[in-house]
DNA sequence: TCTCGTATAATTGTATACAATCCGAATAAT
DNA sequence: ATTATTCGGATTGTATACAATTATACGAGA
């Protein structure tokens, strides 16, 4: 159970390569970095105060998960994520959740299935008392803990990926976010689902959770944030 | 368009990273390097001729695809493939291929189109020559061309690096393959769907077109070759 | 003026040197 | 005999030096 985190356990925070990445992560998702600027080794590794090696090698990494282009003998150029991007994630979200929340019926182990419920209960008590950072923790973790329950590496990882892709996103748009409750709410249904082992129900129900997401995010200003590319 | 492939030109066949990269993915999927063994930065430099440096980016990058876990100050060991992990790819893939093709079916250009009859036309010919190399590049590359055709970056991405993981595996099922006409036709009729704009039947038909490589590949001895470990 | 070629600067690719960390064996203390 | 402790070797982490490549600017020739 526990050599299922292959990747995001990387999180080498105490190297300085894992910080380097990690910032640049960040930056890049935030916007500081904006789309096909190019960044430098030298550069990066000055204003952080690191030698070229760590910065690199977190350039490497960053090149896997798709935010960086690494042309050879030339430079590293930030790739970003638009508009349309944001949508086909969650259009693969969405099947790739009904996926998981299917074998998570059969696979979910109890102690799983407390630790769902028990989020849903505390999720309930901090959207009473307006606490939007608790909200927003408890909902990823819903998620992490759907993952889990699959046994599925594969689809753990993919699904982590993704998840951890859109997060940033999210988090521009969670200020007005009035979905909190309603989010919740399906969360439970997609638990009673895999509790009482309806599997095509749950599929049915996180698909649905994954549309409703996106719709939301939209309805709150995705667009105008990134610029609709979806014609380009 | 060009701008579409992210990740897998790094396939930088002339930097020496690359080329590390390359052979040690190579060999821990066919099995070279078992599953827990520690890799080595000076060994495989040594056994490559190639100094520390572009075999540290390699594992970096190998780590990233989940074939290797680096353990932060104490080495990087092996996570290979299990039959279970393969099983799983193909669920996964048969649900994005699927939406692949849906997609495809709006957004493939007449080139694409073209191009993928001709590939159809061509592996007909191959297989009654009985060019199996030729047989099993065309297959791959009627893959690609779907997932270059339903123009999403995101989609592309995904479903091209879960092809280029079972494509080691595939290799050692392929020398009794006896779907290459079982396969191609199954292409055809997927081409159909798209031209036909039928979507939902073009889904459908992907759909069942991983589920058929993937029970081919079980009764073809993938098990024999990986073990069993789906009960771990 | 335009084009081609060369030189030079900037940047990445690779190798090596040095520092920090981890692991185990040998030794000392109880 | 068993447990601590310290030391040494091995390995990874980081920095720096050097090589290869690319882009740019400048000038010569048409």
Do not use: W
């Not at 998981?100 to 769902?116: F, G, H, P, S």
Request: charged share 35%.
């Amino acid at each position: 159970m526990a050599s299922y985190d292959i990747k995001h356990d990387v999180n080498d925070k105490y190297s300085l390569r894992g910080r380097v990445f990690q910032k640049l992560r960040e930056d890049i998702l935030s916007g500081k970095y904006k789309e096909h600027e190019e960044l430098k080794e030298v550069a990066i590794g000055e204003e952080l105060g690191v030698s070229r090696t760590p910065v690199r090698e977190a350039f490497r990494q960053l090149e896997l998960e798709g935010l960086l282009q690494i042309v050879p003998n030339k430079g590293a150029y930030v790739t970003g994520i638009t508009a349309k991007d944001v949508k086909d994630i969650y259009m693969i979200r969405s099947l790739l959740e009904g996926l998981c929340a299917r074998l998570a019926t059969e696979k979910i182990t109890k102690e799983q299935m407390e630790e769902m419920e028990e989020n849903i209960y505390l999720a309930e008590f901090h959207e009473d008392k307006g606490h939007l950072d608790q909200i927003a923790e408890l909902d990823n973790r819903f998620h992490d803990i759907l993952y889990e329950a699959c046994d599925s590496k594969m689809l753990e990882h993919t699904l982590k990926d993704f998840h951890q892709y859109v997060l940033r996103v999210r988090q521009r748009t969670l200020a007005t976010n009035t979905r909190g409750r309603a989010s919740n709410e399906e969360h439970r249904q997609i638990m009673e689902a895999i509790k009482e082992k309806d599997a095509d129900r749950a599929e049915k129900l996180a698909n649905q959770h994954m549309v409703n997401a996106y719709d939301n995010m939209v309805k709150n200003g995705l667009k105008e944030i990134y610029g609709d590319e979806s014609t380009s």
